[in-house]
Protein backbone atom coordinates (compact mmCIF):
# COMPACT_ATOMS: atom_id res chain seq x y z
CA UNK A 1 0.00 0.00 0.00
CA UNK A 2 0.91 3.44 -0.86
CA UNK A 3 0.53 6.07 1.59
CA UNK A 4 1.12 9.82 1.14
CA UNK A 5 1.88 12.37 3.75
CA UNK A 6 1.53 16.17 2.74
CA UNK A 7 3.45 18.69 5.15
CA UNK A 8 6.82 18.21 6.05
CA UNK A 9 6.46 19.66 9.94
CA UNK A 10 6.95 17.95 12.79
CA UNK A 11 3.79 15.69 12.74
CA UNK A 12 4.47 15.13 8.89
CA UNK A 13 8.10 13.86 9.21
CA UNK A 14 6.53 11.66 12.24
CA UNK A 15 4.16 9.72 10.08
CA UNK A 16 6.76 9.34 7.44
CA UNK A 17 8.99 7.90 9.62
CA UNK A 18 6.78 5.38 11.32
CA UNK A 19 4.65 4.38 8.51
CA UNK A 20 7.51 3.54 6.54
CA UNK A 21 8.21 0.65 8.60
CA UNK A 22 5.30 -0.94 6.39
CA UNK A 23 4.37 1.31 3.66
CA UNK A 24 6.22 2.84 0.37
CA UNK A 25 5.63 6.65 2.18
CA UNK A 26 5.77 9.58 -0.12
CA UNK A 27 6.27 12.90 1.46
CA UNK A 28 4.82 16.20 0.07
CA UNK A 29 6.99 19.60 1.74
CA UNK A 30 6.13 23.15 0.68
CA UNK A 31 10.34 23.60 -0.78
CA UNK A 32 12.42 21.76 -3.35
CA UNK A 33 14.99 22.18 -0.66
CA UNK A 34 13.25 20.35 1.89
CA UNK A 35 12.17 16.90 -0.67
CA UNK A 36 15.83 16.68 -1.81
CA UNK A 37 17.46 16.90 1.66
CA UNK A 38 15.37 14.04 2.09
CA UNK A 39 15.88 12.33 -0.69
CA UNK A 40 19.43 12.75 -0.53
CA UNK A 41 20.20 11.98 2.61
CA UNK A 42 17.00 10.36 4.11
CA UNK A 43 14.78 11.08 6.93
CA UNK A 44 16.00 10.77 10.21
CA UNK A 45 13.59 10.22 13.77
CA UNK A 46 15.78 10.61 17.17
CA UNK A 47 14.13 8.88 20.56
CA UNK A 48 15.81 8.59 23.64
CA UNK A 49 19.11 9.99 22.21
CA UNK A 50 19.43 7.20 19.43
CA UNK A 51 18.83 8.05 16.36
CA UNK A 52 16.98 6.19 14.20
CA UNK A 53 16.89 6.29 9.98
CA UNK A 54 14.54 5.49 7.04
CA UNK A 55 14.02 6.16 3.51
CA UNK A 56 11.17 7.69 2.39
CA UNK A 57 10.62 9.33 -1.21
CA UNK A 58 9.84 12.97 -0.97
CA UNK A 59 8.49 15.70 -3.64
CA UNK A 60 7.53 19.30 -3.56
CA UNK A 61 3.44 19.37 -3.05
CA UNK A 62 3.33 20.88 -6.43
CA UNK A 63 4.06 17.10 -7.65
CA UNK A 64 1.25 15.58 -5.82
CA UNK A 65 -1.45 14.09 -7.63
CA UNK A 66 -3.39 11.51 -5.11
CA UNK A 67 -1.75 8.44 -6.46
CA UNK A 68 -1.23 7.09 -3.07
CA UNK A 69 -3.98 4.68 -1.40
CA UNK A 70 -4.02 6.89 1.89
CA UNK A 71 -2.83 10.78 2.26
CA UNK A 72 -2.32 12.05 5.71
CA UNK A 73 -2.79 15.83 5.54
CA UNK A 74 -0.50 17.38 8.05
CA UNK A 75 -0.42 20.84 7.49
CA UNK A 76 -1.43 23.35 10.07
CA UNK A 77 -5.10 24.14 10.10
CA UNK A 78 -4.85 27.76 9.10
CA UNK A 79 -2.60 26.36 6.11
CA UNK A 80 -5.73 24.11 4.87
CA UNK A 81 -8.50 26.71 3.61
CA UNK A 82 -5.48 26.97 0.72
CA UNK A 83 -4.36 23.32 0.88
CA UNK A 84 -8.14 22.18 0.30
CA UNK A 85 -8.45 23.97 -3.31
CA UNK A 86 -5.03 23.31 -4.55
CA UNK A 87 -5.74 19.19 -3.68
CA UNK A 88 -8.92 19.79 -5.63
CA UNK A 89 -7.25 21.45 -8.29
CA UNK A 90 -4.36 18.90 -8.39
CA UNK A 91 -5.88 15.48 -7.56
CA UNK A 92 -6.57 13.03 -10.50
CA UNK A 93 -6.25 9.77 -8.64
CA UNK A 94 -8.60 8.91 -6.08
CA UNK A 95 -7.07 8.66 -2.83
CA UNK A 96 -8.74 8.33 0.99
CA UNK A 97 -7.79 11.36 2.86
CA UNK A 98 -6.52 11.56 7.01
CA UNK A 99 -6.64 15.24 8.49
CA UNK A 100 -4.26 15.70 11.20
CA UNK A 101 -4.98 18.84 12.80
CA UNK A 102 -5.95 19.71 16.00
CA UNK A 103 -8.75 21.87 17.06
CA UNK A 104 -12.12 21.71 15.06
CA UNK A 105 -12.08 24.64 13.18
CA UNK A 106 -11.45 22.24 9.90
CA UNK A 107 -14.46 20.27 9.98
CA UNK A 108 -16.35 22.88 8.41
CA UNK A 109 -13.60 22.60 5.45
CA UNK A 110 -14.02 19.33 4.68
CA UNK A 111 -17.22 19.29 2.65
CA UNK A 112 -15.12 21.60 0.37
CA UNK A 113 -13.27 18.21 -0.60
CA UNK A 114 -13.54 15.87 -3.44
CA UNK A 115 -13.54 12.48 -1.57
CA UNK A 116 -15.02 9.19 -0.66
CA UNK A 117 -13.50 8.72 2.57
CA UNK A 118 -12.10 11.12 4.94
CA UNK A 119 -10.36 10.09 8.59
CA UNK A 120 -10.06 12.51 11.42
CA UNK A 121 -6.90 12.23 13.75
CA UNK A 122 -6.35 13.38 16.95
CA UNK A 123 -2.05 12.99 17.44
CA UNK A 124 -1.44 12.86 21.38
CA UNK A 125 2.57 12.51 20.39
CA UNK A 126 5.67 15.02 21.15
CA UNK A 127 7.54 15.56 18.23
CA UNK A 128 10.17 18.32 17.42
CA UNK A 129 11.33 19.04 13.93
CA UNK A 130 14.76 19.71 14.96
CA UNK A 131 16.24 19.46 10.70
CA UNK A 132 14.34 19.42 7.65
CA UNK A 133 15.19 16.26 7.35
CA UNK A 134 15.20 15.13 11.53
CA UNK A 135 12.45 14.86 13.86
CA UNK A 136 12.46 14.32 17.27
CA UNK A 137 10.34 12.21 18.95
CA UNK A 138 9.86 14.05 22.28
CA UNK A 139 6.81 12.17 23.48
CA UNK A 140 5.61 8.65 22.45
CA UNK A 141 1.63 8.91 23.00
CA UNK A 142 -0.53 7.65 20.82
CA UNK A 143 -2.45 8.41 17.11
CA UNK A 144 -6.56 8.38 17.53
CA UNK A 145 -8.01 7.81 14.14
CA UNK A 146 -12.00 8.16 13.64
CA UNK A 147 -13.95 7.54 10.72
CA UNK A 148 -15.51 11.15 9.34
CA UNK A 149 -17.47 10.02 5.96
CA UNK A 150 -16.94 7.27 3.74
CA UNK A 151 -16.42 3.47 4.33
CA UNK A 152 -13.59 1.66 6.27
CA UNK A 153 -10.32 0.46 4.86
CA UNK A 154 -7.95 1.09 6.69
CA UNK A 155 -4.99 -2.00 6.66
CA UNK A 156 -4.80 -4.36 10.13
CA UNK A 157 -0.42 -3.41 10.01
CA UNK A 158 -1.02 0.18 10.14
CA UNK A 159 -1.99 -0.96 13.74
CA UNK A 160 1.10 -2.65 14.98
CA UNK A 161 3.92 -0.27 14.74
CA UNK A 162 5.80 0.07 17.32
CA UNK A 163 6.51 2.99 19.49
CA UNK A 164 3.48 4.52 17.33
CA UNK A 165 0.18 3.00 18.26
CA UNK A 166 -2.70 4.09 16.22
CA UNK A 167 -6.07 3.59 17.93
CA UNK A 168 -9.59 3.29 16.37
CA UNK A 169 -12.53 5.99 17.44
CA UNK A 170 -16.07 5.46 17.18
CA UNK A 171 -17.09 9.24 17.76
CA UNK A 172 -14.69 11.45 15.75
CA UNK A 173 -16.66 14.63 17.62
CA UNK A 174 -16.25 13.01 20.86
CA UNK A 175 -12.66 12.68 20.22
CA UNK A 176 -11.86 16.28 18.62
CA UNK A 177 -13.72 17.51 21.34
CA UNK A 178 -11.91 15.96 24.01
CA UNK A 179 -7.92 17.19 22.46
CA UNK A 180 -9.70 20.36 21.82
CA UNK A 181 -10.74 20.91 25.55
CA UNK A 182 -7.31 20.30 26.48
CA UNK A 183 -5.76 22.13 24.11
CA UNK A 184 -7.85 24.88 25.03
CA UNK A 185 -6.30 24.91 28.52
CA UNK A 186 -2.73 23.94 27.79
CA UNK A 187 -1.71 25.88 24.67
CA UNK A 188 -3.12 29.45 25.27
CA UNK A 189 -2.00 29.72 29.27
CA UNK A 190 1.42 28.32 28.03
CA UNK A 191 2.13 30.01 24.91
CA UNK A 192 0.93 33.69 27.37
CA UNK A 193 3.22 32.38 30.29
CA UNK A 194 6.65 30.89 28.55
CA UNK A 195 5.67 27.93 30.73
CA UNK A 196 5.97 24.08 30.26
CA UNK A 197 2.58 21.86 30.72
CA UNK A 198 3.23 21.22 34.41
CA UNK A 199 3.68 24.91 35.23
CA UNK A 200 -0.17 25.09 34.70
CA UNK A 201 -1.26 22.72 37.27
CA UNK A 202 2.05 23.14 39.81
CA UNK A 203 1.29 26.98 39.90
CA UNK A 204 -1.54 27.65 41.96
CA UNK A 205 -2.42 30.81 40.48
CA UNK A 206 -2.12 29.46 37.19
CA UNK A 207 -4.41 26.97 38.58
CA UNK A 208 -7.29 28.91 39.26
CA UNK A 209 -7.11 30.59 35.47
CA UNK A 210 -6.76 26.76 34.22
CA UNK A 211 -9.88 26.29 36.08
CA UNK A 212 -12.17 29.13 35.21
CA UNK A 213 -11.20 28.46 31.82
CA UNK A 214 -12.01 25.40 31.89
CA UNK A 215 -15.64 26.18 33.53
CA UNK A 216 -15.79 28.86 30.90
CA UNK A 217 -14.89 25.79 27.93
CA UNK A 218 -17.18 23.60 28.95
CA UNK A 219 -20.02 25.77 30.03
CA UNK A 220 -19.88 26.76 25.79
CA UNK A 221 -19.41 23.34 24.37
CA UNK A 222 -22.28 21.83 26.47
CA UNK A 223 -20.39 19.16 27.54
CA UNK A 224 -21.94 17.35 30.40
CA UNK A 225 -19.62 14.80 31.41
CA UNK A 226 -17.17 17.46 32.35
CA UNK A 227 -15.09 15.75 35.03
CA UNK A 228 -13.75 13.61 32.61
CA UNK A 229 -13.08 15.87 30.34
CA UNK A 230 -10.70 17.97 33.53
CA UNK A 231 -9.04 14.57 34.43
CA UNK A 232 -7.78 14.41 31.07
CA UNK A 233 -6.37 17.77 31.11
CA UNK A 234 -4.83 17.22 34.60
CA UNK A 235 -3.48 13.91 33.30
CA UNK A 236 -1.85 15.84 30.02
CA UNK A 237 -0.30 18.06 32.38
CA UNK A 238 0.75 15.50 34.43
CA UNK A 239 2.35 13.31 32.02
CA UNK A 240 4.05 15.86 29.92
CA UNK A 241 4.74 18.28 32.43
CA UNK A 242 8.70 19.17 30.87
CA UNK A 243 7.27 19.57 27.61
CA UNK A 244 6.73 23.14 25.76
CA UNK A 245 3.41 22.87 24.05
CA UNK A 246 3.56 23.61 20.22
CA UNK A 247 1.68 27.51 20.61
CA UNK A 248 4.28 27.95 23.01
CA UNK A 249 7.15 26.79 20.00
CA UNK A 250 5.26 28.79 17.67
CA UNK A 251 5.43 31.82 19.70
CA UNK A 252 8.68 31.18 20.22
CA UNK A 253 9.75 30.85 16.92
CA UNK A 254 7.57 34.02 15.36
CA UNK A 255 5.38 31.20 13.51
CA UNK A 256 1.80 31.81 13.70
CA UNK A 257 0.01 29.76 15.96
CA UNK A 258 -3.10 27.31 16.12
CA UNK A 259 -5.03 29.85 18.20
CA UNK A 260 -7.97 30.24 15.75
CA UNK A 261 -8.53 26.67 15.13
CA UNK A 262 -8.44 26.30 19.45
CA UNK A 263 -9.62 28.92 21.06
CA UNK A 264 -11.78 30.73 17.80
CA UNK A 265 -14.17 27.88 17.53
CA UNK A 266 -14.81 27.87 20.70
CA UNK A 267 -15.82 31.75 20.83
CA UNK A 268 -17.36 31.28 17.68
CA UNK A 269 -19.59 28.35 19.06
CA UNK A 270 -20.33 30.91 22.15
CA UNK A 271 -21.10 33.72 19.40
CA UNK A 272 -23.74 31.43 17.79
CA UNK A 273 -25.28 30.65 20.55
CA UNK A 274 -25.30 34.45 22.51
CA UNK A 275 -23.13 33.41 25.38
CA UNK A 276 -20.01 35.09 26.80
CA UNK A 277 -16.56 33.76 26.43
CA UNK A 278 -14.51 36.84 28.57
CA UNK A 279 -11.55 34.23 29.92
CA UNK A 280 -11.10 32.80 25.89
CA UNK A 281 -11.54 36.37 24.04
CA UNK A 282 -8.85 37.20 26.35
CA UNK A 283 -6.64 34.55 25.90
CA UNK A 284 -7.62 34.43 22.14
CA UNK A 285 -5.99 38.71 21.76
CA UNK A 286 -3.24 38.25 23.67
CA UNK A 287 -2.24 35.39 21.66
CA UNK A 288 -3.14 36.89 18.29
CA UNK A 289 -1.50 40.05 19.80
CA UNK A 290 1.91 38.19 20.53
CA UNK A 291 1.94 36.43 16.82
CA UNK A 292 4.25 37.76 14.37
CA UNK B 1 12.08 72.80 57.36
CA UNK B 2 13.35 68.72 57.85
CA UNK B 3 12.19 66.45 55.84
CA UNK B 4 12.34 62.69 56.18
CA UNK B 5 12.32 59.98 53.27
CA UNK B 6 11.26 56.17 54.65
CA UNK B 7 12.58 53.92 51.72
CA UNK B 8 15.74 54.00 49.47
CA UNK B 9 14.26 52.64 45.91
CA UNK B 10 13.43 54.56 42.80
CA UNK B 11 10.59 57.17 44.28
CA UNK B 12 12.29 57.25 47.75
CA UNK B 13 15.74 58.56 46.29
CA UNK B 14 13.77 60.58 43.58
CA UNK B 15 12.44 62.92 46.28
CA UNK B 16 15.16 62.91 48.20
CA UNK B 17 17.14 64.36 45.57
CA UNK B 18 15.14 66.86 44.70
CA UNK B 19 13.67 67.81 47.84
CA UNK B 20 17.36 68.53 49.02
CA UNK B 21 17.73 71.39 46.91
CA UNK B 22 15.67 73.20 49.45
CA UNK B 23 15.36 71.34 52.19
CA UNK B 24 17.20 69.37 54.85
CA UNK B 25 17.02 65.57 53.58
CA UNK B 26 17.53 62.72 55.79
CA UNK B 27 16.47 59.14 54.06
CA UNK B 28 15.75 56.26 56.41
CA UNK B 29 16.91 52.72 54.11
CA UNK B 30 16.25 49.23 54.73
CA UNK B 31 19.81 48.51 54.66
CA UNK B 32 23.29 49.83 56.41
CA UNK B 33 24.82 49.24 53.37
CA UNK B 34 22.88 52.10 51.35
CA UNK B 35 23.19 54.34 54.15
CA UNK B 36 26.85 54.00 53.96
CA UNK B 37 27.37 54.64 50.41
CA UNK B 38 24.68 57.63 50.56
CA UNK B 39 26.90 59.31 53.35
CA UNK B 40 30.19 58.30 52.07
CA UNK B 41 29.52 59.10 47.74
CA UNK B 42 26.56 61.61 48.03
CA UNK B 43 23.67 61.02 46.11
CA UNK B 44 23.44 61.15 42.26
CA UNK B 45 20.33 61.50 39.52
CA UNK B 46 21.25 61.07 36.02
CA UNK B 47 18.59 63.21 33.55
CA UNK B 48 19.15 63.22 30.34
CA UNK B 49 22.40 61.35 30.26
CA UNK B 50 23.52 64.31 32.94
CA UNK B 51 25.22 63.52 36.20
CA UNK B 52 23.78 65.82 39.01
CA UNK B 53 25.28 65.36 42.83
CA UNK B 54 23.76 66.33 46.35
CA UNK B 55 24.57 65.42 49.33
CA UNK B 56 22.06 63.91 52.29
CA UNK B 57 22.52 62.42 55.11
CA UNK B 58 21.11 58.47 55.18
CA UNK B 59 20.43 56.17 58.57
CA UNK B 60 18.67 53.04 58.70
CA UNK B 61 15.36 52.85 59.36
CA UNK B 62 15.69 51.90 63.01
CA UNK B 63 17.05 55.23 63.96
CA UNK B 64 14.26 56.99 62.74
CA UNK B 65 12.23 59.07 65.24
CA UNK B 66 9.86 61.28 63.66
CA UNK B 67 12.20 64.32 64.40
CA UNK B 68 11.56 66.13 60.71
CA UNK B 69 8.71 67.88 60.39
CA UNK B 70 7.52 66.19 56.96
CA UNK B 71 8.03 62.61 56.59
CA UNK B 72 7.54 61.16 53.32
CA UNK B 73 6.82 57.35 52.54
CA UNK B 74 8.46 55.67 49.78
CA UNK B 75 8.01 51.86 50.27
CA UNK B 76 5.87 49.51 48.54
CA UNK B 77 2.46 49.41 49.38
CA UNK B 78 3.23 45.44 50.51
CA UNK B 79 5.99 46.71 52.96
CA UNK B 80 3.07 48.99 54.56
CA UNK B 81 1.22 46.87 56.91
CA UNK B 82 4.70 45.97 58.84
CA UNK B 83 6.11 49.68 58.44
CA UNK B 84 2.81 51.25 60.40
CA UNK B 85 3.40 49.59 63.09
CA UNK B 86 7.25 49.70 63.20
CA UNK B 87 6.48 53.40 62.84
CA UNK B 88 4.41 53.62 66.08
CA UNK B 89 6.26 51.93 67.78
CA UNK B 90 9.65 54.06 66.96
CA UNK B 91 7.82 57.81 66.69
CA UNK B 92 8.77 59.76 69.95
CA UNK B 93 8.58 63.04 67.94
CA UNK B 94 5.47 64.60 65.71
CA UNK B 95 5.97 64.21 62.60
CA UNK B 96 3.59 64.63 59.29
CA UNK B 97 3.30 61.81 56.85
CA UNK B 98 3.30 61.89 53.09
CA UNK B 99 2.30 58.66 51.49
CA UNK B 100 3.65 58.05 47.69
CA UNK B 101 2.27 54.56 47.28
CA UNK B 102 0.52 53.30 43.95
CA UNK B 103 -3.18 52.03 44.36
CA UNK B 104 -5.62 52.52 47.11
CA UNK B 105 -4.90 49.47 49.17
CA UNK B 106 -3.15 51.51 51.66
CA UNK B 107 -5.81 53.79 52.99
CA UNK B 108 -7.50 51.44 54.77
CA UNK B 109 -4.18 50.98 57.02
CA UNK B 110 -3.81 54.94 57.45
CA UNK B 111 -6.13 54.64 60.79
CA UNK B 112 -3.91 52.31 61.84
CA UNK B 113 -1.30 55.56 62.33
CA UNK B 114 -0.82 57.68 64.89
CA UNK B 115 -0.54 61.40 62.80
CA UNK B 116 -2.00 64.37 62.96
CA UNK B 117 -1.44 65.45 59.61
CA UNK B 118 -1.21 62.88 56.26
CA UNK B 119 -0.89 63.48 52.79
CA UNK B 120 -1.74 61.48 50.01
CA UNK B 121 0.27 61.92 46.57
CA UNK B 122 0.17 60.46 43.55
CA UNK B 123 3.85 60.18 41.74
CA UNK B 124 3.74 60.55 37.50
CA UNK B 125 7.56 60.13 37.32
CA UNK B 126 9.35 57.40 35.83
CA UNK B 127 12.41 56.71 37.79
CA UNK B 128 15.31 53.75 37.97
CA UNK B 129 17.37 53.10 40.88
CA UNK B 130 20.59 52.48 38.96
CA UNK B 131 22.99 51.75 42.12
CA UNK B 132 22.25 52.01 45.23
CA UNK B 133 23.08 55.73 45.72
CA UNK B 134 21.74 56.48 42.05
CA UNK B 135 18.43 56.99 40.38
CA UNK B 136 17.91 57.93 36.43
CA UNK B 137 15.07 60.18 35.90
CA UNK B 138 13.66 58.91 33.13
CA UNK B 139 10.48 60.27 32.68
CA UNK B 140 9.94 64.27 34.34
CA UNK B 141 6.21 63.93 35.13
CA UNK B 142 4.41 65.64 38.30
CA UNK B 143 3.62 64.47 42.28
CA UNK B 144 0.22 65.38 42.56
CA UNK B 145 -0.56 65.85 46.32
CA UNK B 146 -3.88 65.85 48.40
CA UNK B 147 -4.81 66.31 52.35
CA UNK B 148 -6.03 63.08 53.81
CA UNK B 149 -6.25 64.48 57.41
CA UNK B 150 -5.41 67.53 59.71
CA UNK B 151 -4.46 71.18 58.56
CA UNK B 152 -2.89 71.88 54.86
CA UNK B 153 1.01 73.34 56.27
CA UNK B 154 3.45 72.38 53.00
CA UNK B 155 5.76 75.16 52.60
CA UNK B 156 5.45 76.77 49.39
CA UNK B 157 9.40 76.18 48.19
CA UNK B 158 8.39 72.96 48.05
CA UNK B 159 5.66 73.52 44.62
CA UNK B 160 8.72 75.66 42.90
CA UNK B 161 11.32 72.89 42.09
CA UNK B 162 12.86 73.05 38.89
CA UNK B 163 11.93 69.33 36.82
CA UNK B 164 10.40 68.24 39.78
CA UNK B 165 6.86 69.89 39.97
CA UNK B 166 4.39 69.23 43.05
CA UNK B 167 0.50 69.93 42.33
CA UNK B 168 -2.43 70.55 44.69
CA UNK B 169 -5.33 68.53 44.75
CA UNK B 170 -8.88 69.11 45.96
CA UNK B 171 -9.89 65.42 46.31
CA UNK B 172 -7.63 62.69 47.69
CA UNK B 173 -9.94 60.10 46.44
CA UNK B 174 -10.44 61.14 42.75
CA UNK B 175 -6.56 61.87 42.51
CA UNK B 176 -5.82 58.19 43.49
CA UNK B 177 -8.72 56.80 41.50
CA UNK B 178 -7.38 58.46 38.32
CA UNK B 179 -3.67 56.66 38.94
CA UNK B 180 -5.18 53.63 40.17
CA UNK B 181 -7.17 53.42 37.04
CA UNK B 182 -4.28 53.66 34.56
CA UNK B 183 -2.05 51.47 37.01
CA UNK B 184 -4.66 48.88 36.48
CA UNK B 185 -4.64 48.67 33.06
CA UNK B 186 -1.01 49.43 32.09
CA UNK B 187 0.75 47.36 35.15
CA UNK B 188 -0.75 44.58 34.89
CA UNK B 189 -0.69 44.01 30.82
CA UNK B 190 2.59 45.16 30.31
CA UNK B 191 3.84 43.00 33.23
CA UNK B 192 2.09 40.04 31.79
CA UNK B 193 2.78 40.40 27.92
CA UNK B 194 6.55 41.94 28.73
CA UNK B 195 5.81 44.89 26.27
CA UNK B 196 6.27 48.66 26.94
CA UNK B 197 3.95 50.67 27.75
CA UNK B 198 2.98 51.99 24.30
CA UNK B 199 2.12 48.55 22.93
CA UNK B 200 -0.54 48.17 24.65
CA UNK B 201 -2.06 50.27 22.28
CA UNK B 202 -0.31 50.12 19.36
CA UNK B 203 -1.35 46.51 18.90
CA UNK B 204 -4.83 46.29 18.04
CA UNK B 205 -5.06 43.15 19.76
CA UNK B 206 -3.46 44.13 22.58
CA UNK B 207 -5.34 46.99 22.72
CA UNK B 208 -8.62 45.02 22.66
CA UNK B 209 -8.08 43.59 25.94
CA UNK B 210 -6.97 47.11 27.64
CA UNK B 211 -10.69 48.11 26.39
CA UNK B 212 -12.65 45.14 28.00
CA UNK B 213 -10.32 45.90 31.26
CA UNK B 214 -11.28 49.13 31.38
CA UNK B 215 -14.52 48.30 30.84
CA UNK B 216 -14.82 46.10 33.78
CA UNK B 217 -12.51 48.33 35.99
CA UNK B 218 -14.91 51.52 35.53
CA UNK B 219 -17.68 49.14 36.06
CA UNK B 220 -16.90 47.85 39.20
CA UNK B 221 -15.40 51.28 40.49
CA UNK B 222 -19.08 53.06 39.35
CA UNK B 223 -16.89 55.69 37.42
CA UNK B 224 -19.37 57.83 35.82
CA UNK B 225 -16.67 60.26 33.63
CA UNK B 226 -15.33 57.19 32.09
CA UNK B 227 -14.09 58.70 28.89
CA UNK B 228 -12.10 61.11 30.26
CA UNK B 229 -10.31 58.07 32.84
CA UNK B 230 -10.35 56.41 29.28
CA UNK B 231 -8.61 59.25 27.50
CA UNK B 232 -5.69 59.59 30.66
CA UNK B 233 -5.02 55.68 30.08
CA UNK B 234 -4.44 57.00 26.23
CA UNK B 235 -2.23 59.64 27.14
CA UNK B 236 -0.09 58.03 29.81
CA UNK B 237 0.73 54.94 27.15
CA UNK B 238 1.69 57.88 24.52
CA UNK B 239 3.24 60.07 26.45
CA UNK B 240 5.71 57.32 27.96
CA UNK B 241 5.68 54.68 24.78
CA UNK B 242 8.68 53.25 25.56
CA UNK B 243 8.74 52.77 29.30
CA UNK B 244 8.72 49.48 30.76
CA UNK B 245 6.25 50.07 33.62
CA UNK B 246 7.19 49.42 37.77
CA UNK B 247 5.53 46.19 37.42
CA UNK B 248 7.07 44.87 34.60
CA UNK B 249 10.46 45.68 36.28
CA UNK B 250 9.47 43.96 39.35
CA UNK B 251 8.49 40.85 37.61
CA UNK B 252 11.70 41.06 35.67
CA UNK B 253 14.07 41.52 38.35
CA UNK B 254 12.25 38.77 40.61
CA UNK B 255 10.72 40.81 42.86
CA UNK B 256 7.17 41.25 44.24
CA UNK B 257 4.39 43.55 42.66
CA UNK B 258 1.67 45.93 43.93
CA UNK B 259 -1.01 43.73 42.08
CA UNK B 260 -2.54 43.49 45.73
CA UNK B 261 -2.59 47.50 46.10
CA UNK B 262 -3.96 47.75 42.70
CA UNK B 263 -6.08 44.93 40.98
CA UNK B 264 -6.55 42.90 44.20
CA UNK B 265 -8.11 46.40 45.36
CA UNK B 266 -10.61 46.56 42.40
CA UNK B 267 -11.45 43.12 42.95
CA UNK B 268 -12.17 43.66 46.63
CA UNK B 269 -14.50 46.26 45.60
CA UNK B 270 -16.17 43.84 43.06
CA UNK B 271 -16.77 41.27 45.93
CA UNK B 272 -18.05 43.88 48.07
CA UNK B 273 -20.64 44.95 45.38
CA UNK B 274 -21.26 41.16 44.85
CA UNK B 275 -20.27 41.95 40.61
CA UNK B 276 -18.20 39.76 38.52
CA UNK B 277 -14.68 40.44 37.62
CA UNK B 278 -13.33 37.91 35.30
CA UNK B 279 -10.59 39.76 33.69
CA UNK B 280 -9.84 41.37 36.49
CA UNK B 281 -9.54 37.81 38.37
CA UNK B 282 -7.46 36.25 35.38
CA UNK B 283 -4.50 39.45 35.59
CA UNK B 284 -4.76 39.26 39.32
CA UNK B 285 -3.08 35.01 39.11
CA UNK B 286 -1.77 35.48 35.80
CA UNK B 287 0.58 38.26 37.96
CA UNK B 288 0.66 36.76 41.36
CA UNK B 289 1.66 33.41 39.47
CA UNK B 290 4.72 35.20 37.92
CA UNK B 291 5.98 35.97 41.07
CA UNK B 292 8.76 34.75 42.46
Request: proline letters at 2%.
Amino acid sequence: MRIGIIGGGSIGLLFAYYLSERFNVTIYTKTVVQAEEINQNGLFLVRSSKVHKTNVTSQCFDQWSGKEDLTFIAVKQYQLPDMIKQINIQQTQSTNFVFLQNGMGHLKLLKQLSAKTIYLSSVEHGAYKKYQNTVEHNGVGQARIALYQGELSLPTSIFSISHFPIVMEQDYYEMLLKKLVVNAIINPLTALLHVTNGEIIQNKHYFMVATNLFNEVVGILNIENSESYFNQVLEVCYNTSANRSSMLKDIEANRPTEIDAIVGYIIEEAEKKKMNAPICQMLYHFIKGSER
